[in-house]
């Protein structure tokens, strides 16, 4: 119940709070708190200090950027679904986040932490792999940028490098789109079962583009990438979703856990693939 | 007279007594937050104690270093049993007359189980000295199936038992071997079996789950060495029975033992027994000479505190080929962890287990319990249960139905053509109980109308038939449990904890000005006891409810009780409350008589004070004879108006109802819908019907958490896999049905007021309502009986074995 | 490990304090300022016992550093009673309609519904339920929690409360 004892650092600037990380050994950023202070609560992260991201005003705000939508890392859940610029452009953020954790969480989780801590339950990670999203990261000199689909490399690795945030997501823009995010969990709170993003385009009555990701069916959030070319070019009949849904399984490996085993979870991730592509075309 | 005149009716309204729906008193302080829990208590010079526990499920302990955890800045000492060893307080006995110990000796034998306890200056100081003890453990082979636990060579657990083949109750047939227990007539059981048309045989699991009250067991000891006195304040269900255990155990006299239960948070059985972090906190404050208090986490609570259930039940029925049943055969498995710290009446190891005839006249039965050892944590109690009825109720429950769809017939049926008649009451049950009362056939045909069943199996198969013909993919379940419980313990001929009968008390004082105090030996953990109470006592003897405080909690002036916990506080307390009122009530006939001038026997009690016969204006209202008891009285009797009961029931009480639960399953996703849920209780006179529907509510959620997926999972090596909220299923505001609740009355015949008990009722009958809607859901694919908890997970897997998904 | 000083407006008085960079806010409240409204359910953020209002948020204040929160307005059970010492809308509603049976989860209950009636002061029973699913109740099964809420709702929006059929 009780973290272990820390320096605490609140720095004004990303880049003070970026070489505070470079600088002091297992030092963490602090954002929401809600992923990072539970698992110091149980002594299973014992960083030795913490660099609160709360104050520098730079890493809030939604706006549009040009064509783009770019989203501050420390953009809240809460303030997410209260944005109407997400609700008009990405709206399958928003029906996202209203299915993450609890109403007092969201109020205080923010979608930086959501998608940099490389937590295969996070649902973000995967809705922004499949909208192609770019994440803006800051180090003490310089910046970079990384594919959201080029961030994630194992269960809790990432590419972030020593010293590094997120400060940004930037999403290209989406055009008129379908989309849909099927999340299968116990309860409200719990991480899912099985989900799955889908964000797809139609013209003349065919799909011409698509993107199908799952969460937390893997060591990190998937890229269904020959799912999403098996309904390319189709219509979405039966057959081709079938066939979607058939590549989709094909690169699950869900963890045996309390939600189930990894056969069940392969199995309902599968319907949830399904149900995803059904609900976007319905929108598209 | 009769006549309800508005005078009378305002009169009677004024009072809030029994049967209205008054508000609670406790409220006022809650919504404020203003209570007054064992964690907001600060002492000055308080220190904290937090346990240091084993990740090992089995280990010897080859050495513990202590000599880091002392520099940590704050900590002041660290207890192992080396030291609990000097004040012979290493091990600690159980209710079940087993031993347990306080702090590991030698060896480690349950995950979590406590090891050192240090004691720290905050709980800051605390946490981190218990990081830098230094424990070396020796990994054992582990235990954790029970049906393996009396192999020839399963590891052995219980070191301080070797030897030992004889237990508290009886010879132990193996080394992992508890006690075995039996009840009923195995001759004519196994005859009947012999010539019986139809049988049923079915292995039916209640799996190990957690009471899990919302505010966790604590406790803050304070030893005060100058009048060698000790003062515990702790969320204990049963203050004066913890008093006593203290005081056996320890060289402290007992009227120098003060234990305090304040705000409970919640109890629902965890809170009954003693936990190694009371007697740390006390031993710690004796060796400090400061008061010490110990909060447990979450995690510790849910892998430390006593488990509930856990019991493997064969059930057999035989009955005729027209569903008559004949008789009942079930033999039991019970997994008791490391110890067993069951918390029941000491001559029943295995709590009332035999009320598993149910609602049924069964002409005869035979139970037999074998209780085990295994590395879990160590129990069981009663979760909200009585003492083992949940698993009899469901047990039976499973049992009929399965029976029913062996006789294809529809389990409403069966279950009408077997009940107990209201004639056959009192009714003597084939395992030995006498049932008071019951109407089951009323209560179930009420049931069955308000939900329109004959409607409901219409749809069903339909629903079936769409099924079949690949028109759906969501089978429908209609779940019937009727249970019959027994609450209210009880009799001192058969029910006594350590020794000490189960009566309960109330001692009620009327002061000059004519309000109350009344202290009862029962420990309110959420069930409002300071709101009901005073209904009783205002209906009883005439002084409104508002004008009657109620105290519990505090073993100096509480009269001796065994507290709050099977249903038993109005079955017990609530009839020691009525017989002390009415001894009041009696005292006051006579100094009204006396004031009035009249012989005692020309006065009727009329609401609110007594009136002449014959001379509706003569009234002497118990306010003014509460002025007269203090000056007045009639010569040789003593002034003062106050008096005690202790109550011994005669019989336990039989609380029963009839629940309905509708659900549908998607079989390709195993999620369900529990589409309506009714319960329809009896639980005789109802003292505060909105009370009994929040325990209803309560009770109901706690069962549908159980029966669809709240488990205590250990994998092979002894790891709990559910010990945290994110695993052990509580339901959100989402998750939860909606509750319709019902009810008849059908009061106790040797009850005061002819009050059963309900805040049990829906646990024991609710968890058999929803396995039955799941079970009925699959039934006409094959299946006779699928085990919960019905997780979504497990739904798909029975639908898997029946062949209905890939 | 230095301490460092937080400041607070708690219940609309300013406060200030030492404490640890790891003090978690609820014991901060608990026991720098002896608030033992706000109560601890559990260590890994589910419970919602913890419930406070933080700058105009449900915040659980277990998983919040002291530190990481100071100059913040709190809002604890505490403050919830008029300042005429009446009960607030949703505490009589809790009252009336039987929203609390050992009251642990209550002051976080309470806190929680406040913020949710100002999110949306007309909730459906679904809204409530969503709305509050961030706190466990062991005792009441939540529908006794939602008639409160609804309770409240209606007596702060000027009309009489009236249940809805069962």
């Given at each position: 119940?009780?973290?272990?004892?820390?320096?605490?650092?609140?720095?004004?600037?990303?880049?003070?709070?970026?070489?505070?990380?470079?600088?002091?050994?297992?030092?963490?950023?602090?954002?929401?708190?809600?992923?990072?202070?539970?698992?110091?609560?149980?002594?299973?992260?014992?960083?030795?200090?913490?660099?609160?991201?709360?104050?520098?005003?730079?890493?809030?705000?939604?706006?549009?950027?040009?064509?783009?939508?770019?989203?501050?890392?420390?953009?809240?859940?809460?303030?997410?679904?209260?944005?109407?610029?997400?609700?008009?452009?990405?709206?399958?953020?928003?029906?996202?986040?209203?299915?993450?954790?609890?109403?007092?969480?969201?109020?205080?989780?923010?979608?930086?932490?959501?998608?940099?801590?490389?937590?295969?339950?996070?649902?973000?990670?995967?809705?922004?792999?499949?909208?192609?999203?770019?994440?803006?990261?800051?180090?003490?000199?310089?910046?970079?940028?990384?594919?959201?689909?080029?961030?994630?490399?194992?269960?809790?690795?990432?590419?972030?490098?020593?010293?590094?945030?997120?400060?940004?997501?930037?999403?290209?823009?989406?055009?008129?789109?379908?989309?849909?995010?099927?999340?299968?969990?116990?309860?409200?709170?719990?991480?899912?079962?099985?989900?799955?993003?889908?964000?797809?385009?139609?013209?003349?009555?065919?799909?011409?583009?698509?993107?199908?990701?799952?969460?937390?069916?893997?060591?990190?959030?998937?890229?269904?990438?020959?799912?999403?070319?098996?309904?390319?070019?189709?219509?979405?009949?039966?057959?081709?979703?079938?066939?979607?849904?058939?590549?989709?399984?094909?690169?699950?490996?869900?963890?045996?856990?309390?939600?189930?085993?990894?056969?069940?979870?392969?199995?309902?991730?599968?319907?949830?693939?399904?149900?995803?592509?059904?609900?976007?075309?319905?929108?598209? | 007279?009769?006549?309800?005149?508005?005078?009378?009716?305002?009169?009677?309204?004024?009072?809030?007594?029994?049967?209205?729906?008054?508000?609670?008193?406790?409220?006022?302080?809650?919504?404020?937050?203003?209570?007054?829990?064992?964690?907001?208590?600060?002492?000055?010079?308080?220190?904290?104690?937090?346990?240091?526990?084993?990740?090992?499920?089995?280990?010897?302990?080859?050495?513990?270093?202590?000599?880091?955890?002392?520099?940590?800045?704050?900590?002041?000492?660290?207890?192992?049993?080396?030291?609990?060893?000097?004040?012979?307080?290493?091990?600690?006995?159980?209710?079940?007359?087993?031993?347990?110990?306080v702090l590991a000796d030698g060896k480690v034998l349950f995950q979590n189980q406590e090891v050192a306890f240090v004691v720290a200056t905050d709980r800051y100081a605390a946490a981190d000295g218990c990081e830098a003890v230094e424990v070396d453990y020796e990994a054992l082979p582990v235990l954790v199936d029970p049906f393996k636990s009396m192999d020839k060579d399963a590891p052995e657990l219980r070191?301080?038992?070797?030897?030992?083949?004889?237990?508290?109750?009886?010879?132990?047939?193996?080394?992992?071997?508890?006690?075995?227990?039996?009840?009923?007539?195995?001759?004519?059981?196994?005859?009947?079996?012999?010539?019986?048309?139809?049988?049923?045989?079915?292995?039916?699991?209640?799996?190990?789950?957690?009471?899990?009250?919302?505010?966790?067991?604590?406790?803050?000891?304070?030893?005060?060495?100058?009048?060698?006195?000790?003062?515990?304040?702790?969320?204990?269900?049963?203050?004066?029975?913890?008093?006593?255990?203290?005081?056996?155990?320890?060289?402290?006299?007992?009227?120098?033992?003060?234990?305090?239960?304040?705000?409970?948070?919640?109890?629902?059985?965890?809170?009954?027994?003693?936990?190694?972090?009371?007697?740390?906190?006390?031993?710690?404050?004796?060796?400090?000479?400061?008061?010490?208090?110990?909060?447990?986490?979450?995690?510790?609570?849910?892998?430390?505190?006593?488990?509930?259930?856990?019991?493997?039940?064969?059930?057999?029925?035989?009955?005729?080929?027209?569903?008559?049943?004949?008789?009942?055969?079930?033999?039991?498995?019970?997994?008791?962890?490391?110890?067993?710290?069951?918390?029941?009446?000491?001559?029943?190891?295995?709590?009332?287990?035999?009320?598993?005839?149910?609602?049924?006249?069964?002409?005869?039965?035979?139970?037999?319990?074998?209780?085990?050892?295994?590395?879990?944590?160590?129990?069981?109690?009663?979760?909200?249960?009585?003492?083992?009825?949940?698993?009899?109720?469901?047990?039976?429950?499973?049992?009929?139905?399965?029976?029913?769809?062996?006789?294809?017939?529809?389990?409403?049926?069966?279950?009408?053509?077997?009940?107990?008649?209201?004639?056959?009451?009192?009714?003597?049950?084939?395992?030995?109980?006498?049932?008071?009362?019951?109407?089951?056939?009323?209560?179930?045909?009420?049931?069955?109308?308000?939900?329109?069943?004959?409607?409901?199996?219409?749809?069903?198969?339909?629903?079936?038939?769409?099924?079949?013909?690949?028109?759906?993919?969501?089978?429908?379940?209609?779940?019937?449990?009727?249970?019959?419980?027994?609450?209210?313990?009880?009799?001192?001929?058969?029910?006594?904890?350590?020794?000490?009968?189960?009566?309960?008390?109330?001692?009620?004082?009327?002061?000059?000005?004519?309000?109350?105090?009344?202290?009862?030996?029962?420990?309110?953990?959420?069930?409002?006891?300071?709101?009901?109470?005073?209904?009783?006592?205002?209906?009883?003897?005439?002084?409104?409810?508002?004008?009657?405080?109620?105290?519990?909690?505090?073993?100096?002036?509480?009269?001796?009780?065994?507290?709050?916990?099977?249903?038993?506080?109005?079955?017990?307390?609530?009839?020691?409350?009525?017989?002390?009122?009415?001894?009041?009530?009696?005292?006051?006939?006579?100094?009204?008589?006396?004031?009035?001038?009249?012989?005692?026997?020309?006065?009727?009690?009329?609401?609110?004070?007594?009136?002449?016969?014959?001379?509706?204006?003569?009234?002497?209202?118990?306010?003014?004879?509460?002025?007269?008891?203090?000056?007045?009285?009639?010569?040789?009797?003593?002034?003062?108006?106050?008096?005690?009961?202790?109550?011994?029931?005669?019989?336990?009480?039989?609380?029963?109802?009839?629940?309905?639960?509708?659900?549908?399953?998607?079989?390709?996703?195993?999620?369900?819908?529990?589409?309506?849920?009714?319960?329809?209780?009896?639980?005789?006179?109802?003292?505060?019907?909105?009370?009994?529907?929040?325990?209803?509510?309560?009770?109901?959620?706690?069962?549908?958490?159980?029966?669809?997926?709240?488990?205590?999972?250990?994998?092979?090596?002894?790891?709990?896999?559910?010990?945290?909220?994110?695993?052990?299923?509580?339901?959100?505001?989402?998750?939860?049905?909606?509750?319709?609740?019902?009810?008849?009355?059908?009061?106790?015949?040797?009850?005061?007021?002819?009050?059963?008990?309900?805040?049990?009722?829906?646990?024991?009958?609710?968890?058999?309502?929803?396995?039955?809607?799941?079970?009925?859901?699959?039934?006409?694919?094959?299946?006779?009986?699928?085990?919960?908890?019905?997780?979504?997970?497990?739904?798909?897997?029975?639908?898997?074995?029946?062949?209905?998904?890939? | 490990?230095?301490?460092?000083?937080?400041?607070?407006?708690?219940?609309?008085?300013?406060?200030?304090?030492?404490?640890?960079?790891?003090?978690?806010?609820?014991?901060?409240?608990?026991?720098?300022?002896?608030?033992?409204?706000?109560?601890?359910?559990?260590?890994?953020?589910?419970?919602?016992?913890?419930?406070?209002?933080?700058?105009?948020?449900?915040?659980?204040?277990?998983?919040?550093?002291?530190?990481?929160?100071?100059?913040?307005?709190?809002?604890?059970?505490?403050?919830?009673?008029?300042?005429?010492?009446?009960?607030?809308?949703?505490?009589?509603?809790?009252?009336?309609?039987?929203?609390?049976?050992?009251?642990?989860?209550?002051?976080?209950?309470?806190?929680?519904?406040?913020?949710?009636?100002?999110?949306?002061?007309?909730?459906?029973?679904?809204?409530?339920?969503?709305?509050?699913?961030?706190?466990?109740?062991?005792?009441?099964?939540?529908?006794?929690?939602?008639?409160?809420?609804?309770?409240?709702?209606?007596?702060?929006?000027?009309?009489?409360?009236?249940?809805?059929?069962?």
């Amino acid at each position: 119940m009780i973290p272990g004892t820390f320096e605490y650092h609140r720095p004004k600037t990303v880049v003070e709070a970026a070489k505070l990380l470079k600088k002091l050994k297992e030092a963490r950023p602090l954002a929401g708190g809600h992923s990072l202070l539970p698992m110091m609560k149980l002594r299973l992260a014992a960083p030795t200090a913490l660099i609160d991201l709360g104050g520098i005003a730079a890493l809030r705000g939604i706006k549009k950027v040009g064509s783009k939508l770019v989203i501050g890392a420390m953009t809240t859940q809460h303030e997410l679904l209260a944005s109407a610029l997400i609700q008009k452009n990405v709206p399958i953020l928003h029906e996202t986040a209203i299915l993450i954790a609890d109403p007092q969480v969201r109020y205080v989780g923010t979608i930086g932490g959501n998608v940099a801590n490389g937590d295969p339950g996070n649902d973000m990670p995967a809705v922004m792999m499949a909208l192609d999203a770019t994440y803006i990261l800051a180090g003490p000199t310089a910046k970079r940028s990384v594919k959201a689909r080029a961030f994630y490399k194992g269960s809790y690795e990432t590419v972030l490098k020593a010293g590094e945030i997120v400060t940004a997501i930037e999403i290209p823009a989406q055009g008129k789109h379908g989309y849909s995010y099927e999340k299968l969990k116990r309860k409200i709170g719990d991480y899912a079962t099985a989900a799955a993003a889908v964000i797809l385009t139609m013209k003349g009555g065919k799909v011409v583009m698509c993107s199908i990701t799952l969460t937390n069916l893997g060591p990190t959030a998937l890229l269904a990438d020959a799912a999403a070319k098996a309904l390319i070019g189709t219509s979405g009949d039966e057959a081709a979703v079938d066939a979607a849904v058939a590549a989709a399984r094909k690169i699950m490996s869900p963890a045996h856990d309390t939600r189930g085993t990894p056969q069940y979870r392969t199995s309902v991730g599968g319907i949830y693939v399904a149900r995803a592509i059904k609900a976007a075309m319905a929108r598209a | 007279m009769n006549d309800m005149s508005p005078n009378k009716i305002e009169r009677e309204a004024k009072l809030e007594g029994m049967g209205c729906k008054r508000k609670r008193v406790e409220d006022a302080r809650f919504t404020q937050g203003k209570g007054n829990f064992v964690d907001d208590i600060k002492l000055p010079g308080m220190l904290h104690g937090d346990f240091v526990r084993s990740p090992y499920a089995h280990a010897r302990i080859k050495s513990i270093n202590i000599k880091k955890a002392m520099k940590v800045p704050g900590v002041l000492a660290v207890l192992t049993s080396t030291e609990l060893k000097g004040v012979n307080l290493a091990w600690m006995p159980t209710l079940a007359g087993d031993v347990q110990m306080v702090l590991a000796d030698g060896k480690v034998l349950f995950q979590n189980q406590e090891v050192a306890f240090v004691v720290a200056t905050d709980r800051y100081a605390a946490a981190d000295g218990c990081e830098a003890v230094e424990v070396d453990y020796e990994a054992l082979p582990v235990l954790v199936d029970p049906f393996k636990s009396m192999d020839k060579d399963a590891p052995e657990l219980r070191d301080d038992l070797k030897g030992k083949m004889t237990g508290a109750h009886g010879p132990r047939k193996h080394y992992n071997h508890i006690f075995e227990w039996q009840v009923g007539d195995k001759e004519m059981t196994d005859m009947a079996f012999k010539k019986a048309d139809v049988t049923i045989k079915e292995l039916i699991s209640y799996h190990r789950t957690h009471p899990s009250p919302l505010e966790t067991c604590q406790s803050v000891a304070s030893f005060d060495k100058i009048k060698g006195e000790l003062t515990v304040w702790g969320t204990f269900q049963a203050p004066h029975v913890i008093r006593t255990v203290a005081s056996l155990i320890s060289t402290i006299p007992e009227h120098k033992i003060h234990v305090i239960s304040p705000d409970v948070g919640g109890g629902f059985g965890n809170k009954v027994g003693a936990y190694p972090g009371y007697i740390c906190s006390i031993v710690a404050s004796i060796v400090t000479g400061k008061p010490v208090k110990w909060v447990e986490d979450r995690i510790e609570n849910l892998t430390s505190t006593s488990f509930a259930r856990d019991y493997h039940m064969t059930c057999e029925i035989a009955a005729t080929k027209e569903g008559k049943v004949q008789a009942l055969r079930v033999h039991v498995l019970a997994d008791h962890g490391a110890f067993d710290a069951c918390a029941d009446p000491s001559k029943w190891p295995a709590g009332f287990f035999n009320i598993v005839t149910g609602s049924y006249d069964f002409p005869t039965a035979h139970c037999a319990v074998d209780g085990v050892y295994t590395n879990k944590a160590p129990g069981g109690v009663a979760y909200r249960c009585s003492f083992r009825v949940t698993e009899a109720a469901y047990c039976i429950e499973r049992g009929m139905d399965i029976l029913a769809q062996k006789l294809k017939m529809d389990p409403a049926e069966l279950r009408l053509k077997n009940f107990i008649k209201r004639e056959q009451f009192p009714y003597q049950s084939a395992l030995g109980w006498e049932y008071d009362s019951g109407d089951y056939h009323t209560a179930m045909k009420q049931g069955m109308e308000r939900i329109d069943y004959a409607g409901l199996r219409a749809e069903q198969k339909k629903r079936q038939a769409d099924f079949k013909a690949g028109k759906t993919r969501d089978i429908m379940g209609v779940g019937v449990s009727f249970f019959t419980e027994i609450v209210g313990a009880g009799p001192s001929k058969n029910c006594d904890i350590l020794g000490i009968a189960m009566f309960d008390s109330c001692e009620i004082r009327v002061h000059p000005t004519g309000s109350a105090l009344a202290r009862v030996g029962t420990k309110s953990t959420g069930q409002g006891h300071e709101t009901t109470w005073a209904q009783i006592i205002a209906t009883e003897m005439g002084i409104p409810s508002a004008d009657i405080m109620i105290e519990e909690g505090n073993t100096d002036t509480a009269p001796y009780g065994l507290g709050t916990y099977g249903s038993r506080s109005t079955p017990v307390a609530g009839a020691a409350i009525a017989m002390a009122a009415r001894k009041i009530k009696a005292k006051a006939q006579m100094i009204a008589a006396w004031l009035l001038e009249v012989h005692e026997g020309d006065l009727v009690f009329d609401i609110d004070g007594f009136r002449v016969k014959g001379l509706p204006e003569k009234f002497k209202s118990m306010k003014e004879i509460a002025w007269a008891a203090y000056h007045q009285v009639p010569p040789g009797m003593e002034p003062g108006l106050e008096a005690v009961s202790y109550y011994d029931p005669p019989n336990m009480t039989y609380p029963f109802g009839a629940y309905f639960c509708v659900m549908d399953i998607n079989v390709d996703t195993g999620v369900y819908t529990i589409r309506r849920f009714y319960a329809l209780d009896d639980c005789g006179t109802r003292i505060n019907p909105m009370i009994i529907e929040g325990q209803v509510h309560g009770g109901l959620t706690e069962a549908f958490a159980i029966a669809m997926g709240q488990e205590i999972r250990y994998d092979a090596g002894g790891n709990c896999l559910t010990g945290s909220f994110m695993d052990f299923f509580i339901p959100t505001a989402v998750e939860t049905p909606h509750w319709e609740t019902d009810h008849t009355v059908t009061p106790s015949p040797h009850h005061p007021i002819g009050a059963k008990g309900v805040g049990e009722s829906p646990n024991v009958g609710g968890v058999p309502a929803f396995s039955n809607a799941v079970n009925d859901a699959f039934g006409f694919l094959g299946s006779t009986h699928i085990q919960m908890p019905h997780d979504y997970w497990r739904n798909w897997e029975a639908a898997k074995t029946l062949g209905l998904v890939k | 490990m230095s301490k460092v000083h937080v400041k607070y407006k708690v219940n609309g008085q300013d406060v200030e304090g030492l404490c640890e960079p790891r003090t978690l806010l609820v014991h901060f409240l608990r026991e720098n300022l002896m608030l033992t409204g706000t109560h601890i359910g559990c260590e890994t953020s589910h419970c919602g016992a913890c419930t406070v209002d933080l700058n105009g948020k449900s915040v659980k204040s277990c998983t919040v550093l002291a530190v990481q929160a100071s100059g913040g307005d709190v809002l604890t059970a505490e403050g919830m009673t008029n300042a005429d010492g009446t009960m607030s809308a949703l505490q009589e509603g809790f009252r009336q309609m039987h929203g609390l049976q050992c009251g642990y989860c209550t002051p976080g209950m309470i806190v929680r519904a406040h913020r949710l009636l100002q999110e949306n002061p007309n909730p459906s029973e679904e809204e409530i339920r969503f709305g509050i699913a961030g706190n466990l109740c062991r005792c009441t099964g939540y529908q006794n929690i939602v008639k409160s809420i609804q309770y409240a709702a209606m007596k702060l929006r000027g009309e009489e409360f009236k249940e809805a059929a069962q």
